[in-house]
């Protein structure tokens, strides 16, 4: 199979993926609704080519929290990824330093933050679930802090686990031999024992603190002096709090279609959330990015960067680093030639005025 977009790494992936690994990283909840939306909504967004501009030369370089990217798309945190491929993290963590980038890992990392951090030659984020248990949410962020990490993510929109259905149809479980380390660790538990419908179900449900609080955010600044991201705004409001509680950063995530069926894509609430920060924080967004213009069409309207996820997958499935480093430089080079196209030599050039809007809004962007 020709692989010469991220879609055909998807069906390459599927064909060597075990069906519940492959249901576990496409899925979404419930109806799926919100999963097919973050994709759809980036294709009715169009764009405007400016012409005669000289773009021989471009610069896909940016900053992200002050830490220079060779390109705005990063690396989201996503579990279990040695589902996809024995070295797991570890490859998507080279990949990602050998194309500049940043990595964000995931608690339910397969491979521990320690060792994720000793491949790593880029910066790293580690995503973090508070627990029940402030003990343990404290141990995680200290490993972080003392393995290099140089963000937090926390992770707002799971107090619960919405219903995927395919995980409950295939009674997933992670495979012999796969745990989640850092809570091996930070817990002495191995979520692979639990045998119920969804070992991360009853995780979540047993361990995980539903009863999170802004308050919270501000205690768990209070433990480190990381930046904080917050993954997971959807609203304005919820924009303008995180801004009051300090954090750095937040993701304009539904988490991938992943938890509150029904809501909308995040582009389409990107542009009000934008507004309402204005520029006081940075912005960031997750969920539907498949092709170098929804990278054009996010930073048009406000994003610092993008974070792209089940590609990497995709592509840590097909060819571990190889595969991942592939899928990224195949967006990064189409987002080379987007922005050509659209008159746009630099990352920062990349504004408004490459969007079209029909007449009956008055041409406006």
């Not at 707002?156 to 850092?182: H, K, Y």
């Amino acid at each position: 199979m020709d692989l010469v977009n991220l879609a055909d790494y998807e069906r390459a992936a599927r064909e060597k993926l075990p069906q519940m690994a492959y249901d576990y990283y496409a899925s979404g909840a419930c109806d799926e609704i919100t999963l097919a939306e973050n994709i759809e909504a980036y294709r009715r967004i169009k764009l405007l080519n400016r012409v005669l501009v000289d773009v021989e030369r471009r610069d896909l370089s940016t900053t992200v929290l002050g830490q220079p990217v060779e390109m705005p798309i990063l690396i989201p945190p996503m579990a279990f990824q040695r589902m996809a491929h024995d070295e797991g993290e570890l490859a998507t963590a080279r990949a990602a330093g050998s194309l500049g980038t940043i990595m964000t890992l995931s608690t339910f990392s397969n491979c521990s933050l320690e060792r994720v951090a000793a491949v790593a030659t880029a910066p790293l984020w580690f995503q973090l679930y508070v627990h029940r248990d402030r003990a343990v949410t404290e141990s995680l962020v200290k490993r972080a802090e003392q393995a290099g990490y140089s963000a937090l993510v926390v992770t707002v929109d799971a107090p619960f686990l919405a219903g995927r259905e395919r995980d409950a149809r295939n009674r997933f479980r992670l495979p012999p031999g796969l745990t989640a380390e850092n809570l091996m660790v930070a817990e002495g538990r191995d979520l692979s024992e639990q045998v119920d419908s969804s070992a991360l179900v009853a995780y979540f449900a047993a361990r995980l603190d539903p009863a999170l609080t802004w308050k919270d955010i501000e205690w768990l600044r209070s433990l480190t002096g990381l930046p904080v991201v917050l993954k997971g705004i959807m609203r304005a409001d919820d924009a303008l709090a995180a801004l009051q509680c300090g954090a750095s950063a937040i993701v304009v995530s539904n988490h991938g279609g992943r938890q509150l069926d029904s809501v909308p894509a995040t582009i389409a609430v990107l542009p009000e959330i934008v507004e309402a920060v204005d520029g006081r924080l940075e912005v960031l967004i997750d969920g539907g990015v498949r092709r170098g213009t929804d990278v054009v069409k996010a930073l048009a309207l406000g994003a610092r960067a993008v974070l792209c996820g089940r590609p990497v997958l995709w592509g840590l499935a097909v060819a571990g680093e190889q595969g991942v480093r592939d899928v990224l430089s195949l967006l990064r080079a189409e987002l080379d030639c987007a922005m050509a196209l659209c008159g746009c030599n630099s990352v920062g050039g990349i504004d408004r005025g490459v969007l079209w809007r029909p007449a009956d809004s008055g041409g406006k962007s």
